[in-house]
């Protein structure tokens, strides 16, 4: 007998990588909101910088959409009914951090200094649910990856 998903399982069937509609239904329209003002938000600020990449991470990690150039800029997670973003941040991203300690949410610097810091970098997984949640996301990956500025 099928059961049904539990909050935060993620979306496992590798027979095609997940749609907007599919992913609307999994993660819900509250969520799915913010799904979009991110991704709205990444292409707007980094005009052909990314192109977005779904990738399989297996029967247990499932689908997830990874943005990258070189180095990994940031990777969402549909979950059901709700999604999270991983940043990880090396040593000079950290440093950008840690100087502005004062100008970031207590949340987020809650979730940054109890992430454990490996080999490559802090790895942070964030849960938006809020708008709140995404400007959190969206100051941390500025600090990742400064906005390009055009010239007049």
Do not use: N
């Not at 907007?20 to 239904?25: K, Q, S």
């Not at 949340?107 to 790895?123: I, P, Q, S, V």
Request: aromatic share 10%.
């Amino acid at each position: 007998m099928d059961q049904s998903p539990q909050i935060g399982e993620r979306l496992t069937d590798k027979s095609a990588a997940p749609d907007d509609a599919l992913i609307r239904d999994w993660i819900g329209p509250e969520a799915f909101a913010q799904w979009s003002a991110l991704r709205d938000w990444i292409a707007a600020e980094y005009p052909s910088v990314f192109t977005p990449d779904w990738i399989y991470g297996g029967k247990k990690h499932g689908w997830s959409l990874r943005y990258k150039k070189s180095k990994a800029f940031c990777t969402l997670l549909p979950e059901y009914r709700a999604f999270s973003a991983v940043v990880v941040l090396g040593g000079a991203e950290r440093e950008k951090v840690d100087a502005r300690r004062d100008k970031l949410s207590p949340r987020l610097m809650g979730l940054y200094d109890a992430a454990e810091t490996y080999h490559d970098g802090k790895w942070l997984k964030i849960g938006i649910s809020s708008p709140e949640d995404l400007r959190d996301v969206i100051a941390l990956l500025t600090l990742k990856r400064p906005r390009r500025t055009t010239a007049c």
